[in-house]
């Protein structure tokens, strides 16, 4: 299956209304643990086309062993060479499994099919990417599954916090409209999991490199001060 990748038409997730919450938070918050795990189901306009449409506001933060300078050099690195488009395939394919497992197989007619990236950008403090996930409905359209912010801040002398939030949109149409959003909300979480534990462990440990055998040694409890 081939996944396409476009640069420089992803939107800033901090302009969604169902975000703007979350992006209340500055760096220094990101530093502190303070903005801990985010997932709250609501309706709200749809920017796009004036409907009104579920979007799921998602974010979680991972703490790396690494200097802020290093990490945001890496992240460059990896959003040039498809490491972003990898895990962003592994990450929505792994969330839309676990809402087939509770929700049942129409759950699961749905695939991504692009992302899309805007350069890296930053201060001194803070380095993010905006990226978009675009995936395929059961009939066959496209939708924005994800519009979200990957940040970097430094967090201690030899310490990056690397944090996503974003708005998460479950597919269109009859095959999500009869779907809990409960479950919705715990399989979306589980996807940005997911794809978090992955960019933590190629920021931390390049190709080639030794790392460890799951995310445990990466991740931190989010209220947890560094």
């Not at 999500?176 to 440990?205: T, W």
């Amino acid at each position: 299956m081939h996944i396409h990748a476009c640069r420089g038409r992803a939107r800033a997730a901090s302009e969604h209304p169902s975000a703007s919450g979350y992006f209340g938070h500055g760096a220094s918050d990101l530093r502190r643990g303070r903005t801990g795990p985010v997932t709250a189901a609501r309706l709200v306009p749809d920017l796009w086309t004036g409907a009104v449409t579920d979007h799921i506001v998602v974010g979680d933060r991972v703490l790396l062993g690494a200097s802020f300078r290093a990490a945001r050099a890496r992240l460059g690195i990896l959003a040039r060479d498809g490491m972003l488009l990898w895990a962003s395939e592994v990450a929505y394919g792994e969330g839309i499994t676990g809402l087939v497992k509770v929700a049942g197989p129409a759950a699961g007619l749905t695939r991504l099919a692009g992302v899309c990236l805007d350069d890296l950008a930053g201060t001194d403090d803070c380095a993010h990417i905006v990226l978009q996930w675009e995936a395929i409905a059961a009939d066959g359209k496209l939708f924005t599954a994800l519009d979200a912010d990957l940040m970097l801040v430094p967090a201690g002398d030899q310490i990056t916090a690397l944090a996503l939030a974003g708005a998460y949109r479950p597919q269109p149409g009859w095959a999500g409209a009869e779907l809990d959003q409960a479950i919705v909300r715990r399989c979306a979480a589980a996807a940005i999991r997911s794809f978090l534990a992955r960019m933590a462990c190629a920021l931390v440990y390049p190709a080639g490199t030794a790392g460890p055998a799951s995310r445990s040694a990466l991740r931190r409890p989010l209220g947890d001060k560094p």
